[in-house]
């Protein structure tokens, strides 16, 4: 299942739709037709332990409002309003399940290790609704911790086949947990894509669920990353 099923549609319950286009049909041509379909913009918190070690991350993704008020409807359970956590938390689960293939567009490489750090499955997980925007709150525990002091530690957080398309806050959008003294992020954002890129991505129907190679090694490594650094 592709990330598109991240959306979740209501009608006298949950309906988890086969494809993002299913329930933006409502919206304007630019969500509906061109890639990306979602727009999320992610907060993370890396957490580390007692011995220094990074043990996780934790991240807040704030999707766009097209995507939260089809998300949100027929949710409040109690008819009291407004949307509590209870309410929300069957789309949390949904939402989650439903990247879970994709690794949950989170990476951590060592420098000094190709194949990467594994993930173990999320905890902590909610979801809240400010009126305009739902924004999903989960914790990724590290199968095993990672010395930052011992090797340079990288988290790649982005969707390589741009159907959903994530960005950082302007303002504080990494805080390290608990970290030993010395350490800090350096953050990278994703580069705005040359035009003629953007242009061809705009062009691919909703339908297609995966970037053609060439245009995906075009885009490939663009990715919103956060290189932890501890002396």
């Known amino acids: 299942m592709h990330p598109g099923a991240l959306l979740v549609c209501s009608r006298r319950g949950i309906l988890f739709a086969m ?3 299913t329930c933006l049909a409502a919206g304007s041509a630019r969500e509906s037709v061109a890639h990306p379909h979602v727009w999320i913009e992610g907060r993370a918190d890396v957490l580390f ?3 220094g070690a990074i043990t996780g991350i934790r ?3 704030t999707f766009d409002e097209m995507y939260s008020a089809f998300a949100s409807q027929g949710l409040d359970s109690d008819g009291d309003g407004t949307l509590s956590r209870e309410d929300l938390q ?3 689960e949904l939402n989650l399940e439903s990247v879970a293939k994709f690794g949950y567009f989170t990476s951590l490489q060592t420098l000094d290790d190709a194949e990467g750090a594994d993930f173990e499955e999320p905890v902590d ?3 809240d609704y400010d009126g305009l925007r739902l924004t999903l709150h989960f914790t990724l525990p590290l199968a095993e911790p990672v010395d930052p002091k011992a090797v340079k530690t990288v988290f790649d957080i982005y969707d390589p086949n741009y159907y959903v398309g994530f960005s950082l806050p302007k303002t504080d959008p990494v805080t390290l947990v608990a970290a ?3 350490c800090r992020p350096k953050i990278g954002r994703a580069k705005a894509l040359k035009k003629e890129i953007a242009e061809k991505l705009a062009q691919i129907p909703s339908t297609v669920r995966e970037l053609p190679p060439d245009l995906f090694n075009l885009t490939s490594g ?3 990353s ?3 650094a501890c002396k």
């Open 19 to 21: 494809s993002l286009v």
């Open 49 to 51: 332990g007692p011995d």
């Open 59 to 61: 991240q807040s993704w």
């Open 90 to 92: 069957p789309l949390a």
């Open 125 to 127: 997980y909610w979801q």
């Open 180 to 182: 030993p003294e010395g």
């Open 222 to 224: 663009n990715a919103n």
């Open 226 to 228: 956060i290189r932890v």
